[in-house]
Each structure stands twice: as C-alpha cells, then as structure tokens.
C-alpha cells in the first residue's frame, strides 16, 4: 500500500513499475555510507558497501543487506525475460536483477533511486 508521503514520481516507480530516466536518479552517484531503504516502508535493502559503478545510469548493488527483504519475479514486459526485483514488504517495484555484476557475487541489482531513501550511518 503506497504511503500518502510518497512523490508522484517514487508513486509511478514503486506502484506501477515506471523506470526512472538514466543518469538522472538521486543515488546514481551517491557515495556516502549508510543504507538504502525502501522509500515506501522504510525496509533496508542494500548497505553502501555493495553499491558500485556500473555505468549504467542507475544505483548498482552487488547483493541486498537480507534476501528475504527481496521478491523476485520473471518479468517479459520487454520480450526478453528479466527478474524483476520488489520490496518483499510492501510489493513496491524496486528495479532488476541481472547476472553481469562483479565477483563474488556476480549480480547486478539495477535499482532506481525513487524507489529508496537513504539513512546515513552514525
């Protein structure tokens, strides 16, 4: 359930699966340390530490800070199949998952930045 607080834009990206335009996102070049969170239900999703560049124009993660704060789901929206990533809590649409990323992991979490907020560490 989308929050009233919510930007019409973190609306049409969380709750109707928009993508934010590339290289415009908030956090696509964000460096501080703390953690990402869900812009809708505050859930943490990926620590600073996995965030790298992947010259994609989106925020890049290696891994999430917990799987089970992930839902993965096929999406063929765009003819070729993709994983779509959302908010395990609340269904919000985060962004894809894909295999190209660095070692160790070997994933890419494209994210787009509407759909988070970000809590500095102390």
């Known amino acids: 359930m989308p929050k009233k607080s919510l930007t ?4 049409k990206v969380l ?6 335009k590339p290289f415009t996102g ?3 070049d964000h460096k501080e340390k703390g953690t990402y969170i869900c812009a809708n239900c505050k ?3 990926f620590n600073s530490e996995s965030k790298y560049e992947s010259g994609t124009g989106w925020p890049s993660f290696t891994k999430p800070v917990k799987e089970e704060h992930i839902q993965k789901k096929p ?3 765009l003819l ?3 994983t779509e990533i959302l908010c395990k809590k609340c269904g ?3 962004g894809h998952v894909f295999s190209d990323g660095p070692k160790p992991s070997g ?3 494209c994210v787009n930045s509407a759909a988070l907020e970000f809590k500095k560490n102390n």
């Open 80 to 82: 070729i199949p993709r």
């Open 75 to 77: 999406d063929i929206t």
């Open 8 to 11: 019409p834009l973190q609306r």
């Open 92 to 94: 919000g649409h985060l």
């Open 26 to 28: 908030k956090y696509t």
């Open 107 to 109: 994933k890419r979490y």
């Open 15 to 20: 709750f109707e699966k928009h993508t934010e």
């Open 43 to 45: 859930t943490p999703l």
